[in-house]
């Protein structure tokens, strides 16, 4: 289910929020400068979908979106708990960084959970299919796909150079619950 919990991050064992509410979500992101959308693709996908059945399902959102924000790399991440690679793909994206353009996900299956530090708080986003999530450039955030990844995403870029993070040294990712951990409420 999709999920936002606000943390203090000095005190992340009282989250000021929580919820699974799309309209809130989407309320409390948007005061903060950051896109949540709900999609629906136009036709149900196979569970052995490949890149392009995926890519074609969620054309007119994915062109509406380009168009608008100029994106011009479009690609399919997809990560299952059978990759034996899963646990350095889920460590290279847990430690808070930045990037020069936005950081622009759409979720076809599974959930995944982005953590954003802003201000004095961290926003941690669990998303699940049909959320659309649009990290602004230069915002400090950290991405947790879980012990055992099970997600499709698709990516949005403008840059032909893809996924390019400014680590920043921070350990505070280290601090807040790890998807999958429970949350306090």
């Known amino acids: 289910m999709t999920t936002l919990t606000i943390y203090p991050d000095k005190d992340p064992a009282n989250p000021d929020l929580v919820t699974s509410d799309p309209a809130e979500i989407a309320a409390a992101l948007n005061k903060v400068g950051v896109l949540f959308e709900r999609w629906k693709a136009g036709a149900e996908l196979a569970a052995n979908a490949s890149h392009e059945d995926i890519l074609a399902a969620y054309k007119a959102e994915v062109d509406r979106l380009s168009a608008a924000e100029g994106y011009q790399t479009i690609d399919v991440m997809r990560i299952t708990p059978d990759n034996p690679n899963k646990q350095a793909i889920r460590t290279k994206f847990l430690d808070e960084h930045t990037h020069d ?16 530090h802003l201000g004095d708080k961290v926003y941690r986003v669990v998303c699940t299919r049909d959320d659309l999530l649009s990290v602004p450039a230069g915002t400090l955030h950290w991405f947790d796909m879980g012990p055992e990844p099970n997600f499709t995403c698709i990516r949005l870029f403008i840059s032909p150079d893809g996924w390019v993070a400014n680590f920043t040294g921070d350990k505070i990712a280290s601090t807040i619950p790890a998807f999958g951990e429970s949350v306090a409420a």
């Open 101 to 116: 353009e936005d950081e622009v996900r759409f979720f076809v299956e599974g959930s995944g959970a982005f953590y954003l």
